[in-house]
């Protein structure tokens, strides 16, 4: 119940093109869903973030979409760049706790 | 704003030895701070929670004695691996929570790369 499936493990995407990554739970305690960018080497740098009662947020080419009754969130890179060639996570954690559940990381590479 | 430090970024040390790795919120205080591992291409695992004032709270399998936790001040925490050898070679990375932030956001340090020889 606590765990946070991410998918797929690797994507390769065409510059300019969108790369989508998906993550699944289980726990419907859960409201908040971040995803971070890792790079190598790198600590975790928060992306962009949602809470339940919003089914999509964007930030710039950064795209969350939510669906609460599949219990499923994903995100949506736009017009890719080979400089968002990193890995990402997606979490989630429910308010009263303090840490965040981990996917286990996609790692995306976008060709030139 | 959000930042945090970690230091030192990379340290080598020999087996049996003691380490010990710094975690600063710069512009922020963070009454809770956490401590991860990062294995090569995996996940984030998250050793301890670090509450300011109070006893660390560890994960199942992490070993309290080995992986010493102080949260003395709103913005540091340290790690210290004791008799460090070389399974406990990692990237270990802190991230700290705003406690003037009604959210759950964590930013994360740099990570830090132990290596025992």
């Known amino acids: 119940q606590q765990q946070v499936k991410q998918s797929p493990q690797s994507l390769i995407v065409q510059k300019g093109g969108i790369s989508i990554i998906n993550c699944a739970y289980e726990?419907?305690?859960?409201?908040?869903f971040p995803w971070y960018q890792q790079f190598p080497g790198k600590g975790p740098a928060l992306l962009i973030a949602?809470?339940?009662?919003?089914s999509e947020k964007k930030e710039g080419r950064f795209t969350i979409s939510f669906n609460k009754s599949a219990k499923q969130f994903s995100l949506h890179i736009m017009d890719s760049q080979p400089g968002d060639s990193a890995t990402y996570f997606c979490?989630?954690?429910?308010?009263?706790?303090?840490?965040?559940?981990f996917g286990q990381g996609t790692r995306l590479t976008i060709n030139p | 704003g959000a930042v945090v430090s970690q230091h030192p970024s990379r340290v080598i040390c020999k087996s049996g030895t003691s380490v010990k790795i710094e975690c600063r919120s710069l512009?922020?205080?963070?009454?809770?701070m956490f401590w991860y591992r990062q294995f090569p291409k995996q996940s984030l695992m998250l050793m301890a929670t670090?509450?300011?004032?109070?006893?660390?709270?560890?994960e199942q399998g992490v070993e309290k004695d080995k992986f010493l936790i102080n949260h003395a001040s709103l913005t540091l925490s340290t790690l210290t691996v004791t008799s460090a050898h070389p399974e406990d070679s990692s990237f270990y990375i802190c991230?700290?929570?705003?406690?003037?932030?009604?959210?759950?956001?964590?930013?994360f340090g740099p990570g830090t790369r132990l290596t025992v020889l």
């Open positions: 991230s700290a929570r705003d406690s003037g932030s009604p959210g759950n956001e964590q930013f």
């Open positions: 670090s509450n300011e004032g109070s006893k660390a709270t560890y």
């Open positions: 512009d922020f205080q963070a009454t809770t």
């Open positions: 949602i809470r339940p009662d919003v």
């Open positions: 979490a989630a954690s429910y308010r009263g706790a303090q840490k965040l559940v």
């Open positions: 726990n419907t305690a859960f409201d908040y």
